[in-house]
């Protein structure tokens, strides 16, 4: 199945993808009300009964895409965890993987703007797979960590580089607002038996930036798992972004920056292709500043004509 996270109608809701369009389940499955009480509940199965013989209810083009898991208990990611990443950020080998947090506001759906503060010009992409915890558990097996899986994801790991580099700590750079996506939905773990056969591109502009197949990772999906779960429990919703391979804009020379205009494209081979316009955060006086409401109709407003003009290429 692929599960994903809408709004309609000012509604929040979650579905499945079938035939090009949704089928709602928060309506048919009054237990789960969301994603994350599906996946928590174990409510696989009860949503696939209902999918069976269902019609899609909504357009895939008819609703406003929200992140997988709007609120998941946890994101924690995954830095150079791949060799080519390793050597054109100047990282030599480590014994264990470098990991930081990301919060849930720093997050938006497929489709949705990526927005470049004010405060930073070096916003930059990062196309990663990431895994979706389903079963909860301490200090887990690496024999054990796949069953712990759910489903499998993509997210663009928009980076404030000055922001990340400010000391050794990462999690500034990682968490302004808007600036990760999520989506555009999750592939069940039974769909895809080896994530390692799964291949990984980003596209900026229409030009491919990175592309790696996942095996290539230095950390595998089961070594991170086992790892922080030793340090914290595992709690099913939670995300773990898997690392992204070389070709990021900060380590090219000279060094490559999103701006207001780009578009970026996530595609991980077996699930789906995610893609984010990108808008440069505009700065207001103090005293002319709107409430946020206001600004961010702004900001959706610029999105739209983004993607409009991508429109022929996609």
């Not at 095996?215 to 999906?221: A, I, K, N, T, V």
């Amino acid at each position: 199945m692929k599960l994903a996270t809408f709004t309609i109608d000012r509604r929040r809701r979650y579905g499945a993808v079938k035939d090009n369009g949704l089928v709602i389940l928060d309506s048919r499955l009054r237990s789960y009300p969301d994603l994350l009480s599906l996946i928590a509940g174990n409510g696989l199965d009860a949503a696939r009964v209902q999918i069976d013989d269902a019609s899609p209810d909504v357009s895939l083009d008819d609703v406003l895409w929200e992140p997988v898991l709007p609120n998941p208990p946890k994101i924690l990611c995954v830095g150079v965890n791949y060799r080519s990443h390793a050597d054109e950020s100047g990282f030599k080998a480590v014994p264990y993987p470098f990991i930081f947090p990301r919060y849930a506001g720093s997050q938006v759906g497929h489709l949705q703007p990526m927005v470049c503060p004010r405060e930073s010009d070096k916003f930059d992409y990062e196309g990663e797979l990431v895994a979706i915890i389903g079963k909860s558990g301490r200090r887990i097996s690496k024999e054990t960590a796949l069953k712990h899986v759910v489903g499998y994801s993509i997210y663009n790991e928009g980076s404030v580089r000055d922001w990340q580099t400010h000391s050794t700590q990462w999690t500034p750079g990682k968490n302004f607002a808007s600036t990760g996506a999520f989506g555009p939905w999750m592939v069940t773990a039974d769909e895809i038996p080896d994530p390692y056969k799964l291949e990984l591109t980003t596209w900026l502009n229409g030009q491919v930036m990175q592309n790696a197949s996942i095996d290539l990772m230095m950390f595998r999906l089961e070594e991170l798992i086992s790892y922080i779960s030793t340090f914290i429990s595992l709690e099913p919703g939670d995300v773990i972004g898997s690392g992204t391979p070389g070709g990021v804009g900060h380590g090219r020379k000279p060094p490559l920056y999103l701006k207001d205009g780009d578009v970026v494209e996530v595609d991980v081979t077996g699930i789906g292709r995610l893609r984010n316009p990108v808008v440069k955060e505009r700065a207001e006086p103090e005293a002319a500043q709107k409430p946020p409401s206001s600004r961010l109709l702004r900001v959706e407003r610029s999105a739209k004509a983004v993607m409009a003009s991508w429109a022929w290429r996609i």
